[in-house]
């Protein structure tokens, strides 16, 4: 079920990929043919015997398909019940300092006059819970994620709680990655230099193309362009802390994006990027109190390399109708994807390749997201509803909240995937993005095309030695 294969003429080879075990191989096209045969259960020579072994270790035969579904549920069972980590968002603030056109978290109209803020004495219930589940699940790795809003307006909660959670890892014998995911606004050396000894281990930052295009999308109140200093900061503290540089396109930005590469690869801190990353926007519009403006799901960095480990995978869409709305146009943001990716390896940055993406930490049940008031959801996309609030740092018991947390318990967009050989890597798409486009996270976002570009190119790069 879980087998793909690539043809490169060019070469007379066959790229075969196991999306359940990553199993990858270069093979000539009689093996695929092979593969076909013992599916029918032909007689074979001894030498054919000889490669269908080889292949079955790597996962390419399996003994039925009963075995192999069984074996999917499985995994996604270990996937949700996973100690070895236990992964923390924390949103500092839903406070921002940026008027970003698609955000819901941008200074629009009065937004943050409301927009809370996390105070110290929350902080510090929030360090006592964070103890509760280091002491419960015991994993050999804590993943603590800041962000917002814009968490660096809130540094004394981000240094109180990196604080903490360095002594309550320390003390348990714990790795901690602290991450923060900034506008890049008030990223400054001195926020680097007091997070560092806690355990920073990178740090996300967005541009949203070229300067003239990232300005116009990401200004701050009063329209002021962010993107010199943006750079200027990154400039900075590159050689202090991996830096991640993430944006969002639409069908109207995406243009500027090689020439926002194209500048980052003539910047003296080119080579300490840890990887460049793009997204399509989601549009929710029209505003509604459950779905305020639009969000941009967000990408934990720095993962320490485990390939299916906190990507973030996003897809893009609206519930409009708009024509213009990205929603409308996945096969073009598909191929622009590609596109993106193409230019980005092009120019000798580390781009995710489009295929390892999840399944994402909405499936683990040790991740969490900690809103200002200590509410917690089960991944950042979901931390604009309220009502989709899973439980509460303080233990308070409610009824609605259970309600919740059961939905998340039970979430499986993929089993409505029939025997698409991507599910493993794919889960069933982003269920923010199935919730706000399509009404129901457990209906998958389907982008298939990205996927299978995105293994015609991984095919490429293997079989040129390059990945
Ligand atoms: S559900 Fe979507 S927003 Fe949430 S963690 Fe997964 S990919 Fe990210
Ligand atoms: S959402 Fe699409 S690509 Fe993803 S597993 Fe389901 S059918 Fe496959």
Not at 101 to 106: A, K, L
Not at 182 to 192: D, H, K, Q, R
Not at 407 to 436: E, Q
Request: aromatic share 8%.
């Amino acid at each position: 079920m879980f087998n793909v294969q690539v043809p490169l003429r060019d070469k007379d080879e066959v790229f075969l990929m196991n999306t359940f075990t990553d199993a990858q191989l270069l093979v000539s096209p009689d093996v695929p043919e092979l593969l076909d045969r013992a599916d029918k259960g032909l007689a074979f020579t001894p030498e054919e015997c000889e490669t269908l072994e080889m292949l079955a270790e790597n996962g390419f035969l399996v003994q039925n398909r009963a075995e192999e579904r069984q074996a999917l549920a499985n995994f996604f069972g270990e996937v949700r019940e996973d100690r070895d980590q236990l992964r923390v968002t924390v949103l500092t603030t839903l406070q921002c300092n940026f008027a970003c056109d698609y955000c819901i978290q941008g200074d629009h109209d009065d937004h943050n006059l409301f927009a809370n803020k996390m105070s110290l004495e929350t902080a510090a219930k929030v360090a006592s819970w964070i103890e509760g589940r280091l002491d419960e699940v015991r994993p050999s790795r804590f993943v603590l994620t800041f962000f917002g809003g814009e968490p660096l307006l809130n540094l004394p909660v981000v240094y109180f709680l990196a604080e903490r959670a360095h002594a309550l890892a320390e003390a348990r014998g714990a790795q901690l990655l602290i991450n923060v995911i900034t506008n890049g606004l008030l990223l400054t050396p001195e926020v680097v230099d007091r997070l560092l000894p806690f355990g920073l281990a990178g740090v996300k930052v967005t541009l949203d193309g070229d300067k003239d295009t990232h300005n116009r999308m990401r200004p701050m109140r009063g329209r002021q362009g962010t993107f010199d200093r943006i750079v200027d900061n990154v400039r900075r503290v590159a050689h202090k802390v991996p830096i991640t540089v993430g944006g969002n396109f639409d069908e109207d930005s995406v243009e500027s994006y090689p020439a926002l590469l194209d500048y980052l690869r003539e910047q003296e801190f080119a080579d300490k990027l840890a990887r460049i990353n793009f997204k399509p926007i989601i549009r929710t519009e029209p505003a509604t109190p459950a779905a305020p403006k639009g969000f941009i799901p967000l990408t934990a960095v720095s993962d320490s390399g485990k390939p299916l480990g906190g990507a973030c995978m996003t897809t893009a869409g609206a519930g409009s109708g708009k024509p213009a709305s990205a929603c409308d146009s996945c096969h073009f943001l598909d191929t622009k994807m590609e596109f993106l990716r193409e230019e980005t390896r092009k120019r000798g940055f580390k781009t995710p390749d489009g295929v390892h993406m999840g399944p994402c930490e909405i499936h683990r049940r040790h991740a969490h997201t900690v809103s200002p008031d200590g509410s917690l959801f089960a991944c950042p996309g979901f931390a604009a509803e309220a009502t989709q609030s899973t439980g509460h740092i303080d233990g308070r018991h409610e009824s609605w909240r259970a309600d919740s947390a059961q939905r998340f318990d039970t979430l499986g967009a993929y089993k409505n995937c029939g025997d698409c050989s991507f599910i493993p890597v794919c889960a069933g798409g982003c269920s923010v993005a199935s919730h706000a486009e399509l009404g129901d996270m457990n209906t998958p976002t389907c982008h298939k095309p990205s996927f299978e570009s995105a293994l015609i190119s991984l095919a490429h790069s293997v079989a040129s030695g390059a990945a």
